[in-house]
């Protein structure tokens, strides 16, 4: 069988097979902008329970976080919900994006929305640990969730018309 013939049945490169070896590039199986967006979401996610925990020991507090807005346990509590509540989707999005986009460029939009929520949802969380009260406007957790609401369903609308 010619290189030729290799290369037409299968996805490797001319290059990989003449060399004898045979594994996938990584942008033929996920983009590195996803895999990075999707490893510094994770991350987030994580790291703000390990902090959920850090602030449950130093309160004292058990199971409850309490009501107080102002309390360093309450607001480190719902960061880690908001993420974990918005992170896993947008992952999930990644990897969608991912399969539609396999073997091609993103494309400037594509990959300016990922990386516009990624950093969305960091300043959201930081928002929502470094404000006074959770009952007060804070600028980072606004900016935060505003980005959030419009890349995300900007990222939704896109995978939709590439379906279409």
């Known amino acids: 069988m010619s290189d030729v013939s290799i290369s037409a049945q299968t996805s490797f490169s001319r290059q990989h097979i003449q060399s004898g070896v045979y594994f996938l590039d990584r942008e033929e199986i996920m983009h590195t902008e996803l895999i990075l967006a999707s490893g510094l979401l994770g991350l987030l996610v994580f790291a703000l ?24 346990l309450l607001k480190a509590n719902r960061a880690h919900a908001n993420a974990a509540e918005y992170n896993g989707v947008l992952i999930a999005l990644f990897v969608v994006i991912a399969l539609v986009y396999q073997n091609r460029d993103l494309g400037l939009l594509a990959t300016s929305l990922v990386g516009l929520v990624t950093l969305a949802r960091f300043s959201h969380a930081f928002g929502m640990l470094t404000c006074k009260s959770l009952n007060e406007k804070n600028p980072f957790r606004f900016a935060g969730a505003l980005i959030t609401y419009l890349a995300g369903a900007t990222i939704c609308l896109l995978l939709i018309v590439k379906a279409i």
């Open 49 to 72: 329970g390990f902090n959920v925990s850090l602030q449950r020991n130093k309160s004292r507090e058990g199971v409850s976080v309490g009501t107080d807005p102002k309390s360093p």
